[in-house]
Nanobody
Framework: HVQLVESGGGSVRAGGSLVLSCAAPNYLLRSSCLGWFRQAPGKEREGVAQ????????EYDDSVKGRFTIYLDNAKSSVYLQMHTLKPEDAAMYYC???????????????????RGQGTQVTV
């Protein structure tokens, strides 16, 4: 059983910032596909960002480009989502996701990865 544990959600005013954290098994931070997706009530699941490959290739949904950054901290065995200039439309439950097959990132959205956490709520 793979456990992903998110934290860092909360309530913030529009224009504010948050950093979401996801603690993951260390082996998943090496050569895996890691990402974040979100889902708001009544809306479809939406991929937000993902990171994969030896060089740490990152991809973002157009709605968050320039405002969100995904990055890894191998020492802390965690993947982060730094969020700036938050908008009301960013409010959602945010989920961390992972798949040990890094190549999956090139073919699918973070919401379709093999493993996911329980989510952390972001309110704007």
């Amino acid at each position: 059983h793979v456990q992903l544990v998110e934290s860092g959600g909360g309530s913030v005013r529009a224009g504010g910032s948050l950093v979401l954290s996801c603690a993951a098994p260390n082996y998943l931070l090496r050569s895996s596909c890691l990402g974040w997706f979100r889902q708001a009530p009544g809306k479809e699941r939406e991929g937000v960002a993902q990171i994969y490959g030896p060089g740490g290739i990152t991809e973002y949904d157009d709605s968050v480009k320039g405002r969100f950054t995904i990055y890894l901290d191998n020492a802390k065995s965690s993947v982060y989502l730094q969020m700036h200039t938050l908008k009301p439309e960013d409010a959602a439950m945010y989920y961390c996701a992972a798949d040990p097959r890094a190549w999956v990132c090139a073919l699918t959205s973070p919401g379709d990865l093999l493993y996911r956490g329980q989510g952390t709520q972001v309110t704007v």
